[in-house]
């Protein structure tokens, strides 16, 4: 740290010798001896001048020999910061994951040697190069172009193909970024095998399970009355476990990544069939209603969308007490369209909300189960939704009733906007 040493009085030093000359000049005038008068106050000013020079001298040996304490905390607080930061600076070098500072502009201003290898960055070259530019033709180009501004996962990494990396962009300090690249290769390998295992416990469960239904449709309860109350609820149990069998099978087929069956998905036929299942539910026990506001098709797969929605009907259906009301809305909103199941019934307290889309997560165990539920029901519909980038939003009210809203973006839709009166 420079410090600066002051020198009080030296301006008015100057004018005071200024003036004094002067004045001897003229007093010398007066007396007949101008040049004794000068000299000697030349004397005096040169006496004066060395006086205030040693003063400054003393002043600087002074602060360069003894530094106040507040001067020497500042110097170690630097000098620690200053090896933290090189501490950092190593540190983030030596990460296994690709790490890269971005500056406002979008240039690489530094990265560190996992950058290299896994997406392929040169060094001195690409630094401060946009790199938009750097990556564009590679996995990440899309991401990036679209502004990166959700994490990106299970994406081949550019230098490395057969690795599989998690990307995140994330601010950094003023009008910086970092983006972050981690290697997820193994925790996807883990994420196969539970799918593989899941898709073919599922599937070899379905035969042995179709037989035994098969023979409990046989037995005749008449026959042998004392074992019908048995009968049924075997029939009941092997019919629940053929509902999560197939349920299973549904998520495994969402999560193989095959690609998105796109078609054109007739809204108003849909409608109208998720109105007759929430009928045939209900027996007539609540009062359904459908609003269809809008006239907008949607694009993607009609079998998963209704899949998804009729979850969410069935849902309503099973979790409204006998007179509530049910509602499914279709209407445009300001950059999409939403389709909504709204009940007015027991509704869900507010932490259990965030865990609701997880396999076998139930708020009441119990009656999920009288009421024929599987538990993965939300899963499904979250998976179809992610398949179709929608989003489920989830508003509810313990004992005044839920509302699912399915939200789709306008890359979604098939018509024209047309606003809704
Ligand atoms: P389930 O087959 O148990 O209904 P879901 O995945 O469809 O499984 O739903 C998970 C849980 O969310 C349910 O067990 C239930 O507790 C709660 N839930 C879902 N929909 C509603 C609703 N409309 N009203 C109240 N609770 C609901």
Redesign the pocket.
Known sequence: MKRTVSAPGFTTTVIAIGGGLLLAGLLGAAIGQTLLCLTLAALIAIIVLLVRVYRLAVTVENNRFIPDARYERLRMRSRRLSLQLRDLRSAAAALPDAAVLLDGEGRIRWFNHASEDLLGLRRPQDRGVPLIERLRESTLGPWLESGAREPLNDVPAPNRPALRLGMVMMPFGQHQRLMLGRDISDLMRLEQVRQDFVANVSHELRTPLTVIHGYLELLDPGEQPELAPVIAEMRVQSERMGQIVEDLLMLSRLETHQPLQEEHVAMRPLLATLRKEALALSHGRHHIELQERTETDLYGSVRELHSAFS?LVS??V???PTQGRITLIWERTEDGARFT?E?T????PAN?LAR??ERF????SS??RD?G???????IVKHVLNRHQAQLHIE?EPGQG?R?SCLFGSMRLLKPVRMDA
């Open positions: 979850n849902n309503a099973r979790y409204t199941v009940d019934g027991y509704g869900i259990h609701l889309t997560y139930r708020v009441s009656r999920s009421t539920g599987t538990g993965l029901g939300l899963s509810s839920s699912f």
